[in-house]
C-alpha cells in the first residue's frame, strides 16, 4: 500500500494554481510539475468539487485517506 503523502508534499505540486478549483485541474497542475504516483492518487481520491484554498485541498486529501 502507498503512503499517504503530507499536506506539505501536496501544495508544493501545486504552487502555480488559481482557487478556486476543481479535482481535474489540482490533478493535472500536480502532473505538471512532476509530482510523484502517491501525490496523484491521494487527488485523484478527493471528491469531484471546486476547492477555495489549499487547506480545503489539505482536508479533502485527509478526510479520503481516512476512508
Known sequence: MSEKPNPIQIQ???????????RSTLVSTAEKEGADGDVLNALKSI????YDSPTAVSSAVSDSADN
Open 12 to 22: 508544493k505540486f501545486l504552487a502555480g494554481v488559481n482557487y478556486p478549483a476543481d
Open 47 to 50: 471528491p469531484e468539487k471546486e
